[in-house]
Structures are given as C-alpha cells and as structure tokens.
C-alpha cells in the first residue's frame, strides 16, 4: 500500500511554479500519480521480442548501436513467454489497462502475437501494437493476422515508418541485412499494409486507431512536413506521431549528433526540477519478466531493483518501496540525485513531456477515427480515453 508521506506528497507537491500564476492554474499544473495510475500502471510497456527482420540505423538494438540482443539470446530470452502474458494481462484488465507490444524487434514475429492479443483483449485490456508493419501483409497468411488483430478489437496499431518516399524509407527502414532490393517495392508493400489496416477496420466496424511514427532524424531533413501530409491525407491515418530522436544514453553507441533537431541534446542542463512522467504512468517489463525503472533503460540494468513479475504481481511492484522513493525524489525536485536519471539525455532535454506524448495521441487519433466511421459509414462507435 502506498504510505501516508507517500499520498501526501503525491497530492500537495508542485515544481517550478510561477509565482505569477494563481492557485487554480497551479494545482492544474502540480504532478503526481494520474487519476487512473494510482493503483495500477496506465500502460503496461512489453518487450515482446528481440530478433528483428528490419535493420534500423535509428533503433537501440540493431547490430551494431548495442549487445542487447546477444544478452537475451544467451539467456533464452528471444521471446516474450505466453504464460507470463496471459499472467499479466488477467490482472491488467479489470484495470483496463494498456498493454504495450514493443521491444527489442518486430513484435508480429512473435509466432503466439495474435493469439495473445486475442487472450488480453478478452481479460478487457487496451491493446497499443507498435510494429514495422511487414508481417501484416499483403500475403495472404500475414494479411489474415491483421484482420484478426481488428477483428479482436485492438485499441491502436502503430505503423513506424519513418519517411514517405521509398528512397529514404529504404534507408531509415531497411531489412536486416542491407538494403531493399527493389526500394519501391519494399516501401508500397508497408503503406499497402497501411491502408489494409484502415479497410478493415471499416470492414469489421472496429474502434481501432491507426497511426504513423516518424523519428525526428538527419535521415529525413527537408521530408518530414511533407511526410506527416502523406500519410494524414494521402492514407488517411487517424495521427503522425513525430518522435524526437532518442539515443538511449550509454546503452547504446548511437550518436545524437543524428537528431533532426539539432539543439535537442546541444546545451543539457545538469538537473532538472520538473519530475520525469515515465515512473509516473507506465511499467516496462523484459521477455525475462523483469522490470525497468522507465523505458530509457532499455538494457534494464535498473532490473535488479525490482522483483520480477513472475516472482509477484504488477501492482505489487508498481505500489512498492522503490518506485515510490524514485516518485518522491522526482516530485521533490531532486530527481538528478537519483541514478540513472541524473545520466538522463531525454529527461534533462525535456523529451518526457506531461502536456504530450501518448495520452495526447489517443485524444486526437479518437477525434479523428470518430469522424471517419460516421462519415464513411454513418455509425457512431465509441472512442475510449484515459481519464489521464
């Protein structure tokens, strides 16, 4: 249970207020657990899976940037076990918690994926894929585990994309192994998947998101305006989500001089007095059923802090001893005291924002795939947000 200092602190503390302001306005702008993680984890963020078919220059675990992969590897570690899952998500959906498929590769390649969806989406979870969108079509095998995505209900599918020209799609998001052979092809196959996605959503009547990420790198510089226009009016996805380019810090050997914003990471403070919103809203667990302070920490070295999900249950971790001094630390001002956040390049730069980020993606994405079900097909299906 969460102590009394702990909900006090939780309820009164406010950061970097302007003196200016007025009470209102501050008590707006105080941080804290939200309404809906006082009790469980908002999001639940999963790394499904490991091995990838794609080589991304951009991504933490492709060869080359970390030894991720080779660690879990060695540890039999590739997959995200299906009993650990179906553990997870029973006690996440009276929650109606989100359920994350992520990780260190193509989640789709996961042979139990569907399946386990299927299985989360029955307990009542929310389900949010991010996938590279090569195992969802156009043949037809891969084609019917999209349909079967839809037809159980899931709540978003994230296409990560990263441009909208074959040229550069075929450079940011190339197979594992080198380049595309037919660079054309290879990138009209993924939008293909796209539309297919948005087809049969309408097919089946579902309340399912569909959207496209974009990584704010070097790679796109001069394209993503144009980009973001592609796939909001041209394939009519319901939201582009433009990242900011992240490089995991010392887990990884990815530059940030590849940042498309080039001042993101020039001028880091040494501390920041807003608190990280990450311990504030999600939990991130490996296919080893460990658990990470937040999704910075994408080599889990912060695992040993924490007992595993196997051992005990999400809320148990969740509501325990330490993510509740990491909260404390974070709400005090006092969150660069605290390892690794002191090391924290997205913290400190200001990528973990309270105003954006996810919640913020679900409320416009909802607008939006609202409006097209009722103009489209004349029916009105119901939009769900988190009460954040």
């Not at 006090?8 to 009470?23: A, E, L, R, Y």
């Not at 995200?80 to 590769?105: H, V």
């Not at 909208?164 to 080198?178: I, L, N």
Request: some cysteine; proline content about 6%.
């Amino acid at each position: 249970m969460f102590t009394e200092t702990w909900m006090k602190v939780c309820d009164t503390v406010s950061i970097g207020m302007d003196p200016g302001m007025s009470q209102t306005q501050q008590v707006e702008k105080q941080f804290g657990l939200r309404q809906d993680a006082m009790e469980f984890p908002m999001m639940l963020v999963l790394s499904i899976i490991y091995p990838c078919n794609f080589g991304c220059p951009s991504c933490p675990y492709t060869d080359g940037n970390s030894e991720i992969r080779r660690f879990y590897r060695e540890r039999d570690g590739d997959l995200f076990p299906e009993e650990l899952w179906n553990k997870i998500a029973a006690e996440a959906g009276p929650y109606g918690a989100w359920m994350r498929c992520t990780g260190g590769g193509e989640p789709m390649l996961h042979p139990r994926m569907v399946d386990m969806i299927e299985f989360a989406k029955q307990q009542g979870c929310r389900v949010w894929m991010n996938t590279n969108g090569s195992m969802m079509g156009p043949h037809p095998k891969h084609r019917r585990k999209l349909e079967r995505l839809i037809e159980a209900g899931i709540d978003l599918i994230e296409f990560s994309m990263d441009a909208a020209d074959a040229e550069t799609y075929a450079k940011v998001r190339p197979p594992r192994g080198g380049p595309p052979r037919d660079p054309k092809g290879w990138f009209e196959n993924h939008v293909g998947n796209i539309r297919a996605a948005l087809e049969l959503r309408k097919k089946h009547i579902k309340p399912s998101r569909v959207v496209v990420s974009i990584i704010r790198q070097e790679l796109i510089e001069g394209k993503l305006d144009e980009a973001v226009q592609f796939y909001l009016k041209d394939v009519g996805v319901d939201e582009v989500i433009t990242r900011k380019f992240l490089t995991w810090d010392d887990n990884t050997t990815i530059s940030q001089n590849k940042a498309l914003d080039h001042h993101l990471y020039a001028d880091l403070p040494t501390e920041r007095k807003q608190p990280c919103v990450w311990p504030f809203e999600r939990l991130n667990v490996d296919t080893l059923g460990r658990v990470a302070l937040c999704g910075q920490d994408v080599s889990f070295r912060t695992a040993d802090k924490f007992p595993t999900l196997w051992e005990h249950t999400v809320q148990e971790v969740w509501r325990g001893e330490m993510f509740d001094w990491y909260r404390k630390m974070h709400l005090e001002g006092r969150g660069a005291e605290a390892w690794p956040c002191r090391n924290c390049s997205a913290w400190l730069a200001g990528v973990r924002d309270w105003e954006h980020g996810w919640l913020k993606v679900l409320k416009t994405s909802g607008e939006h795939l609202r409006e097209v079900m009722a103009k489209d097909l004349g029916v009105e299906v119901e939009i769900y947000n988190p009460k954040g």
